[in-house]
C-alpha cells in the first residue's frame, strides 16, 4: 500500500510541476512584454523632455520694434550697454527681454565676455533711443 501512496504523491506533484509552469510561462511572457513597453515609453520621454528642452531654448523675440537696417554701421561698448541699461533703470532680464535675449547674454555682454551678434545690434541701436519712462511702457511694468 505504501507504494501506491508515494507513487500517487508523485503523479500529483509531477502533474502539478507542469501545470504551474504553463502558468508561470505565461506569466514571464506577459512581464517581458511589459518591461519592453515600459523601456519604450522611457526612451519616449527622454526623446520628448528634449524637444521640450530645444524649443524653451528658442530665440526669444524682442520687444522693440526695430527698423530695417541703417546705413550707418552699428558699434558696441559694453561700458556704453551698462551705462544704458543702468540709465533706463533696468535689470539685466528686462533688459534681456526688450532686446530679446537673456540675462545671461547681457551680463557676458558687459562683462566684456560676449559680444553681441550682429542682427541684436539693431535692436540695442534701438534701445538708445528710448527714455526710461518709453522703456518701462514697452516692458509693460
Do not use: C
Amino acid at each position: 500500500m505504501t507504494t501506491f501512496v508515494n507513487q500517487l504523491k508523485s503523479e500529483i506533484a509531477r502533474i502539478a510541476k507542469k501545470e504551474i509552469r504553463a502558468e508561470t510561462q505565461q506569466l514571464k511572457k506577459a512581464s517581458a512584454q511589459y518591461r519592453s513597453d515600459i523601456a519604450a515609453l522611457k526612451r519616449h520621454i527622454v526623446a520628448l523632455e528634449a524637444t521640450v528642452k530645444k524649443l524653451s531654448k528658442g530665440q526669444l523675440k524682442p520687444v522693440l520694434k526695430v527698423d530695417k537696417e541703417s546705413s550707418t554701421p552699428l558699434r558696441f561698448r559694453a561700458s556704453g550697454f551698462a551705462t544704458l541699461r543702468k540709465k533706463l533703470d533696468l535689470s539685466a532680464e528686462q533688459m534681456g527681454k526688450l532686446i530679446g535675449v537673456s540675462a545671461q547674454s547681457v551680463y557676458h555682454w558687459e562683462a566684456e565676455k560676449s559680444r553681441p551678434r550682429t542682427s541684436q545690434l539693431p535692436s540695442i541701436a534701438a534701445a538708445r533711443k528710448l527714455t526710461k519712462k518709453e522703456a518701462w511702457a514697452k516692458l509693460g511694468l
